[in-house]
């Protein structure tokens, strides 16, 4: 008899959707699976923003656990929750297609409010990144942390005296609740790896991670790649207001990334094109060491100083 292969997920109703889309695709190619629910710390508490938790980790630790108990085969995760570096023993199984890489924005009312930069509004998120390129943009905005899944995130915005809230245009669109009030902030880069989903498994299990290889995409598993080379380089972890985004357009990667101080005052990017080589893996490694030289690592001592 076949083994069935044991997907570990989250609760919340996109991470369901993830770890859905991962049997299907593995079933696709003759691997039977299931689905195994386990609570993560980050959806336990759901009031301690993300950034006071010591949030690097704080979504995938539970699922980490089981995989190394060998409760479950491989573990589904939104990539961008993903520490840049693993737990011993765990390996990363596959990067499936990128969604959107985008972040979106839902309004309450209108968005006339966003061409006024001199503006002064309420906005929600719960993300350091996105928070600091918002007021670097919007410096006179205040910005109210928001938490728990997707769902509950849409239901607070339309409960609070908001302007609008900050999401995840995958995360919205993949089980189908995006507003027909959001628009695409196209100005904003996104974290690193956003609209990717990632399969972690046991690095001596040969059978799942044979599996999973069926079901990867070289070209986002190299994009993402670069990206989360260009957030380790620089600090490590997604408590910071780091953004990078990599693409693949005409034999060349196109890679842009920022690092921003925590209060949006003080900000360093980067935008390079490369063409493909074997010299490219190195391609976010490079950025972070150029973004440092260029005003990074300036706002990187601050950053970690605060976070002492």
């Not at 299907?24 to 691997?31: D, I, M, P, Q, S």
């Not at 943009?137 to 769902?151: A, F």
């Not at 607070?156 to 005296?161: G, T």
């Amino acid at each position: 008899m076949q083994k069935i292969i044991r997907i570990g997920t989250r609760e919340s109703q996109l991470a369901v959707w993830q770890a859905n889309e991962v049997k299907r695709l593995l079933e696709l190619n003759g691997y039977p699976a299931e689905l195994v629910f386990i609570k993560s710390e980050g959806d336990i508490d759901l009031h301690t923003p993300l950034y006071e938790m010591g949030v690097q980790g704080v979504f995938t630790r539970s699922l980490d656990a089981a995989l190394l108990n060998s409760r479950i085969d491989i573990a589904v995760h939104s990539m961008k929750d993903v520490p840049t570096i693993l737990p011993v023993g765990l390996i990363q199984g596959a990067v499936l297609t990128r969604a959107s890489q985008k972040d979106l924005f839902v309004y309450k009312n209108n968005t006339l409010f966003l061409d006024d930069f001199e503006s002064s509004k309420v906005i929600a998120t719960s993300s350091i990144r996105r928070k600091s390129q918002w007021l670097n943009r919007y410096p006179n905005h205040t910005i109210e942390n928001i938490r728990g899944n997707v769902n509950t995130r849409l239901q607070k915005l339309k409960e609070q005296n908001w302007e609008g809230a900050i999401f995840a245009a995958a995360g919205l669109e993949r089980i189908g609740v995006r507003p027909e009030n959001s628009i695409d902030l196209n100005w904003m880069l996104p974290a690193p790896a956003q609209g990717a989903i990632m399969i972690v498994a046991r690095k001596n299990d040969d059978y799942s991670l044979e599996a999973t290889q069926t079901i990867n995409d070289p070209s986002t598993a190299s994009c993402t790649k670069i990206e989360r080379d260009f957030l380790r380089t620089l600090l490590g972890g997604c408590s910071t207001p780091i953004s990078a985004y990599a693409e693949i357009k005409n034999d060349h990667v196109h890679f842009k990334g920022n690092i921003l101080s925590l209060d949006g005052k003080e900000k360093a990017e980067i935008e390079v094109v490369e063409e493909i080589t074997s010299s490219i893996t190195d391609l976010g490694v490079k950025a972070a060491y150029k973004i440092l030289e260029n005003g990074g690592e300036a706002i990187a001592v601050k950053i970690r100083n605060t976070a002492k």
